[in-house]
Each structure stands twice: as C-alpha cells, then as structure tokens.
C-alpha cells in the first residue's frame, strides 16, 4: 500500500507540474492555473502563489490569500476596450459586453492548502471573491501554495463587438497577518494589483509619491489602498505591483458570431478589459470572517 500511494503522488505530482508550466506565469508570481477559457464554460481553477514574500533569497511563509474579481452589480469596474491601438476607457456599462456581472470566481470548500477559508459576497449576496488561510507554508524554495475556485461560464454579449473579455483580479497573499495593510512592507504581504493606467481613465495615471521610471511607474495618486509598497513611508511600489492575475474568456465564434460591420482589430473584434473598482478593492480585500465584511476582522 506505501509503495502504491507513492506512485500515485508521483503521478499526479508530475501532472501538475505539467499542468502548471502550460498555466499563467508558471513559477513566477501569483496567477491562476487556467487563464483562458472559451465563453459559457466553468472551469475548475486555482490560484497558484508560486512563491513567499521577499527578500528572494529567503522566502518568507505564506500564510493566507485574499482574492477579488470585478463585481458590475454593487460596484462599477474600471472598462478598457482595445480596438488594436491600444486600451481606451469606456463609460459603457458592463452587460454591453458579458454576463453575468458579478460571480466570477467562486471558491471550492475543500480540497486546498488551506482549511480555513469562505467566500467574500456584497451586500445583495453575489458572490465576489474568497480567502483562504491559517497555516504557514514554507516557500524559501519554489514551491507553489494552490487554492481552489471556479470560474464562472461568462457569455459574451451577442450585440458586443467583443472578441474577448478579460478580467483583472485583485490578490494579496499575506505572509504575516499580524501587520496590518496600512503598516504592512513587501515582507508581510505581496498584492497583485490591478492599476488601470490606460487612456481616459478618470483620476489616472496611478502611481506613488515616488514613482518608479525604470518598471514605468509615474508619480500620481494610489488607485486603491492595496496598491502594494515595500517600504514603511509608502513610497515605493513593491513586487506585485500593477501585476494583476488574469482570466480570460473568447468569444465562441461559431455560436456567437460578431455583429456586421465589427472594425476593430482588422475585423477581428476587440478584446475588452475588466478592472475592479478601488471602491470594490478597498471594501473586499480584507478579510472578515463572515461573507459580507462583518464579523471579526482577521486582516485589514
């Protein structure tokens, strides 16, 4: 029996491994295992924290994980549509393009690192993000810390020039708990931020009170308050800085053909971009014990 469970760890040891090079930023940061998918399918997916906070040459433990994705219902998303030269906001309402608006992501009980965990809903119930965590997870070597969601079956809205929808998500993966976001310096927790710095965007360009000309980082205000510093002044941007995890749906060309008269990208459509609100940020990504942002506070 020993011998025939270690054969099976192996094999699906080596699965995942392959599976994990073919996912988004293998071994890199934090990202998903899946980070495309066709419209109208749900996929099994997971967030994939690849590595612990720095200093690189000593990784700090992972201790827990929060995560959002753009909520269209309670909040309004920060819309980017690229017609081939570029993203340019958009005042369109989110349903111009996809459904449904809220639900995303939606976390698995069970079958993660973590066994502490819930969901993270608004105050009408959709559900927007989760967390997950209790436990400290070596990483001072590249070992990668999964937590299971699924990822909503979006559809593409027929009238939309859409070829694509891609969603930006907010994560902050939090090494030390006990540190509070406002204090907090790269070596307690590493966000991988969404920063909408694209033509138009009102109150853009984001940056910090330093800026960072070599990682094309200006000097301008925060987008949210888990924009990410690495240093105790909040001057500097830290490592997931504006690195945001993404899905991305396709449109299903043969079910959802494009519209007549679609220009954009030579005919192909345009590929349309989905950022959480720094209001949907700022009230989502600490973590409570209950749902909706009540209860105790575990991490603010």
Known sequence: MPNTISLKNLALSSLTVALFAASQGAFAHTRLET???????????FV????????ATARKATYGVTAIF???????PIIGVDSGAGKVYTANPASTYYSPLAG??????????????NLKVDAAGNKDGFWAGGKAYDQTISTYVQTPFYSSAVAIAKAS?????????????????????????????????????????????????????ARSIPIGPKYSNFDGYQDAAHTFPGDGWGSPATFKVTRDLTTNPLPAGCAGNAGKGD????????????????VWSNPNQTGTPYWQ
């Open 35 to 45: 980070a495309t998918a066709p419209e109208g399918t749900r996929v099994h997916n």
């Open 48 to 55: 994939n924290i690849s590595h612990g906070c720095p200093p």
């Open 70 to 76: 753009p909520n269209a219902i309670s909040y309004t």
């Open 104 to 117: 995303i992501a939606v976390m698995i009980n069970g079958g993660g690192a973590w066994d502490a965990g």
């Open 161 to 213: 020039c859409a070829r694509s929808v891609t969603f930006y998500a907010a994560i902050a993966d939090v090494c030390d708990a006990s540190v509070p976001s406002t204090a907090a310096s790269d070596e307690q927790v590493l966000y991988w931020s969404p920063i909408p710095n694209f033509s138009g965007v009102p109150g853009s360009p984001f940056g910090t009170s330093a800026g960072d000309p």
């Open 271 to 286: 590929d349309v971009h989905v950022y959480p609100s720094a209001q949907q940020i700022n009230a989502e990504l600490p």
